[in-house]
């Protein structure tokens, strides 16, 4: 870990006294709780950012941390910033480091930034092949609207290119019929699909009001806004692609 804030601090600029003084903090905030080295980590990037309002090399060593953790992580040595990883933010890595990147079964990354825009890239250029293009030429084109920031693809393309998901699109929508068993169906759909950390969209005007007559039972109905619940409890058991809360769009027309 020291040589992690070592590296990170030489390449934002900070001497040894500056960062001695960031450790004596960050032990002092970590002294009534016990963490492994990964929240440990976490610690002196938020310590960094703090720091970073008034000076921005902190935010530079932040910047640097994070991407050295997922070299690290990788088992791979970080020898200089190029492409995308030299201009994104603390933020945007920090973000793919939690988020996009892929993990293995442990939990550790496997690919860096810029790794995962290859990724991406090659296996969205693939489809060229289908019209006669050249893959590597397109998936070049890809990568570089990525790195340049100019362009970024939905979430699910980011999670599952070249995955054994293969599921790209964003966002479903899924009828839903005044039928008990076409609702439950409709809940099994939207839970497989938001596990590809896509969203998904539901009409409830079909179903009868509350207080209707049940023909099957002579009961009355429970109405929409129930089953709303139903589907919103689904959403937050079923992360996104394991990483979110699912996202969700109830329809409900004013005249229902």
């Avoid at 397109?138 to 290119?161: G, I, V, Y």
């Avoid at 609702?183 to 009001?209: C, H, N, Q, W």
């Amino acid at each position: 870990m020291k040589e992690l804030l070592l590296t990170a601090a030489r390449l934002a600029g900070i001497d040894q006294s500056e960062l001695e003084d960031l450790m004596h903090e960050v032990e002092k905030s970590l002294a009534s709780r016990k963490g492994d080295e990964r929240s440990v980590l976490d610690a002196y990037e938020h310590a960094a950012l703090l720091r970073g309002i008034a000076d921005e090399r902190w935010e530079r060593f932040a910047k640097a941390l994070i991407l050295l953790r997922i070299y690290s992580e990788c088992g791979k040595e970080l020898k200089k910033l190029e492409y995308f990883e030299s201009d994104a933010s603390y933020q945007a890595l920090r973000l793919l480091y939690s988020r996009y990147l892929l993990r293995d079964e442990s939990g550790r990354v496997r690919e860096t930034p810029n790794e995962m825009l290859w990724r991406v890239a090659m296996f969205v250029a693939l489809a060229e092949t289908r019209y006669g293009g050249d893959a590597r030429t397109w998936a070049t084109k890809f990568f570089n609207l990525m790195a340049s920031r100019r362009f970024f693809p939905n979430s699910p393309t980011l999670m599952n290119a070249a995955t054994r998901r293969h599921q790209l699109a964003a966002c479903f929508v899924i009828p839903i019929e005044d039928d008990t068993a076409s609702i439950l169906e409709a809940a099994k759909i939207a839970a497989l699909i938001m596990k590809t950390g896509a969203g998904v969209g539901y009409d409830f005007s079909r179903l009868r009001p509350r207080g209707d007559i049940v023909s099957g039972t002579g009961g009355r109905s429970s109405g929409p806004v129930s089953f709303m619940k139903l589907f919103d409890t689904l959403a937050d058991v079923i992360k996104e692609g394991g990483k979110r809360r699912g996202a969700m769009m109830a329809i409900l027309h004013c005249w229902h």
